[in-house]
């Protein structure tokens, strides 16, 4: 086992803030978690995923299965029925950027999918086996967040596990473990909508400082006793749009 864990926050397709967390990735002292969220709303989509998965293949990192992860997926499965909705996600984002500029614009969803289901077949099973969790030491670092109500923290559903907000952030956490999260922007949590640092309370730890919005990326470093370095870039190239 690693002395440390670094775990990076929700990139949303965009690569350059991507590789420049990565910088400070040390394969031999680290293991590298990714929180979810590499697709959708940034640019870069493909870039991100593929990064991705060779960081799991090449590094033994644990990528997370996010709620963009999973919007994708369900498109492909159902392209006519989710597309409208996965669109308001940023989900033409990651089309055009599997496919090429403006892909959205010329074919049917149906049509997208079965281009994509056939010249991703790989990455397609890759993103189908993410985990949803990552216990580690003291920490469970997940995506969205874990069912508080439950005696048995692991029986949270799938769709909580990459979706729960408010419940989570406002319940009780008796797990005994410190739970690492993205999914919620961090400027939200402190609510004012402004804030991009850590989000600290009752044992959880928000670490998506929302640069797909002009906020941040964090990338933390833990130890079993804490957090040992919190590396941030901000998004200084996009107005803050919350």
């Known amino acids: 086992m690693k002395p440390y864990v670094y775990a990076i926050s929700d990139i949303h397709g ?19 978690v990714l929180i979810g969220d590499l697709n959708d709303r940034g640019p870069h989509s493909k870039a991100c995923f593929l990064r991705g998965k060779e ?33 308001l996600n940023g989900g033409k984002e990651t089309i055009n950027s599997l496919l090429h500029p403006g892909a959205t614009e010329e074919y049917s ?21 993410l985990p949803y969790y990552f216990e580690w030491e003291q920490y469970i670092f997940v995506h969205a967040g874990v069912n508080l109500t439950l005696k048995d923290w692991h029986q949270t559903t799938p769709r909580d ?24 922007i961090t400027p939200s949590l402190h609510g004012d909508n402004q804030t991009t640092d850590l989000w600290f309370s009752d044992g959880k730890i928000g670490i998506d400082g929302g640069a797909i919005y002009g906020g941040s990326v964090h990338g933390v470093i ?21």
């Open 222 to 242: 833990f130890n079993p006793e804490g957090i040992v370095q919190d590396i941030e870039y901000q998004k200084r190239t996009k107005p803050w749009t919350p």
């Open 55 to 87: 960081l799991v293949e090449r590094y033994q990192a644990i990528y997370l299965r996010g709620n963009h992860e999973d919007y994708f997926l369900k498109f492909l499965a159902h392209p006519e029925e989710v597309a409208d909705k996965y669109w």
């Open 109 to 129: 969803p149906t049509e997208m999918a079965m281009m994509i289901r056939s010249r991703y077949k790989d990455l397609i099973l890759f993103l189908e086996n």
């Open 161 to 184: 596990f990459m979706w729960l907000r408010e419940t989570f952030h406002n319940g009780r956490n008796q797990t005994g473990k410190t739970i690492v999260f993205g999914h919620t």
């Open 14 to 32: 965009q690569i350059d803030l991507f590789e420049k967390l990565l910088k400070d990735f040390d394969p031999r002292m680290h293991q590298l």
